[in-house]
């Protein structure tokens, strides 16, 4: 497996940023007995289910801060 050219950027990258979000959002699934007062069902996999796809889109979305080498 070889690494993207710019892999060193990898922090600066919007889909990492929104993929990491996802997976956040993923395991505070977990707690969600704590938020049930507060949060309504389903809001947690909603929200996760949309920050991934919007990780597959700003993967393909060229980006300004970031250097093509």
Do not use: H, Y
């Given at each position: 497996?070889?690494l993207?050219?710019n892999a060193?950027q990898a922090?600066?990258?919007?889909?990492?940023?929104?993929a990491?979000?996802?997976?956040?959002?993923?395991?505070a699934?977990?707690?969600?007995p704590?938020?049930?007062?507060?949060?309504?069902?389903?809001a947690?996999?909603?929200?996760?289910s949309?920050?991934a796809?919007?990780?597959?889109?700003?993967?393909?979305?060229?980006?300004?801060?970031?250097?093509?080498?």
């Amino acid at each position: 497996m070889k690494l993207i050219s710019n892999a060193q950027q990898a922090s600066r990258m919007w889909s990492i940023r929104l993929a990491a979000l996802s997976g956040a959002l993923a395991a505070a699934e977990t707690t969600l007995p704590l938020w049930s007062d507060i949060i309504p069902d389903g809001a947690f996999a909603a929200l996760s289910s949309g920050l991934a796809v919007a990780a597959a889109v700003a993967r393909v979305i060229k980006q300004a801060n970031i250097d093509d080498e």
